[in-house]
């Protein structure tokens, strides 16, 4: 192969090149089409919000019988399946301007323009023959690192529900990040999406051990529709502005800055309901100092050393979920 020539070129010119046929889809080393609605969706939402699209690789090559060059796709098929499923009326996506999902017909004529002009990265592979190809395609499609259980969530699930953690956990990346609750290690690893993701769950079923099965459940049943997503995000915003408004050090000198933690305050604070800025603030300032008190465990109150022995062992499991919970709501109360 002589190299990889890179250019931008517009939605329109791809569905100009099916039109005339002069594109390949499928040529025989390809996948078949796998991805199903909640995938298309997604595609289509990620031009809408104007985020990056990895770049389509296509091999020119000359069909002798019909005279003619030929663009064959290597890897991007199932990206320009969904561009066409979208612009034919197949499928719908969430629109970053619009409480509903869209069609493509609903578009004005300044939206439909505007998303067919976008711009998407394609790499030309010249003078590349089929073992090039070959070699070029197993190693776009292979993966470079063991995946964890939300990265695998996150790689399996494409619909709404994993749409609505995502944003949830990227608009409270400075919260992340200014109370020390999850490094940049973290955060790369997904973890904070996991985070959101399983207190999600938990607040729409009721408190629960951690469980990277339910979790996955929970994903696929509302990959093609979560309903709940703006009561849901309406509830999440009010606790997290509440929490974003404390003093700074509060969380991150205390223990609510371990997630375990900063989990069942959240749980409270959603069950409860209306809680001042200057009684939170005294509330974690409170149950820090007893957690942290040089007085032995054994030697503690009942509650106190139930709630220490919770926030220590098995933070995961519902029982400490529980006693953590009852523990800070007599505290919010």
């Known amino acids: 192969m002589d190299r990889v020539d890179y250019e ?10 099916i039109k005339a046929e002069e594109i390949d889809l499928e040529p025989w080393y390809q996948r078949r089409s796998v991805w199903l609605t909640p995938q298309k969706s997604f595609l289509i939402n990620t031009i809408f919000e104007q985020k990056p699209v990895p770049t389509l690789y296509i091999r020119h090559r000359l069909d002798l019988e019909r005279e003619r060059s030929m663009k064959e796709v290597v890897d991007g098929q199932q990206r320009i399946r969904a561009i066409v499923a979208f612009v034919s009326g197949e499928i719908s996506a969430r629109h970053p301007q619009k409480t509903k999902r869209v069609a493509y017909g609903s578009l004005s004529s300044s939206e439909k323009e505007r998303f067919l002009m976008t711009k998407l990265s394609v790499g030309y592979l010249i003078g590349a023959d089929e073992k090039d190809v070959i070699d070029i395609f197993g190693r776009i499609n292979s993966v470079a690192k063991t995946l964890n259980e939300q990265e695998k969530r996150n790689a399996k699930y494409s619909g709404e529900f994993k749409q609505f953690c995502l944003k949830e956990a990227s608009e409270r990346l400075p919260f ?8 940049a290690n973290d955060i790369a690893r997904m973890q904070e999406v996991q985070f959101i993701s399983d207190l999600i769950l ?7 051990d951690y469980s990277s099965a339910k979790l996955n459940r929970i994903y696929q049943q509302f990959d093609e529709d979560y309903p709940s997503w703006k009561v849901m995000g309406e509830r999440l915003e009010s606790v997290f502005s509440l ?10 000198d205390s223990i609510f800055r371990r ?10 604070l959603d069950d409860v309901g209306k809680v001042s800025e200057k009684n939170l603030n005294s509330v974690i300032k409170k149950i820090d100092s007893r957690f942290n008190t040089d007085i032995p465990v054994s030697e503690r109150p009942k509650k106190d050393a139930n709630f220490a022995i919770a926030a220590t062992s098995s933070t995961q499991r519902i029982a400490s979920r529980r006693i953590r919970h009852s523990y800070i709501k007599s505290y919010l109360a």
């Open 176 to 183: 992340w990040r200014e109370n020390r609750i999850f490094s």
């Open 243 to 252: 929490l974003s408004s404390l003093h700074p050090g509060v969380i991150p």
């Open 202 to 208: 938990n607040l729409e079923s009721g408190l629960s």
């Open 259 to 268: 997630p375990p933690l900063l989990f069942s305050l959240i749980m409270a």
């Open 8 to 17: 931008s070129v517009v939605i329109q010119d791809i569905l100009n090149w």
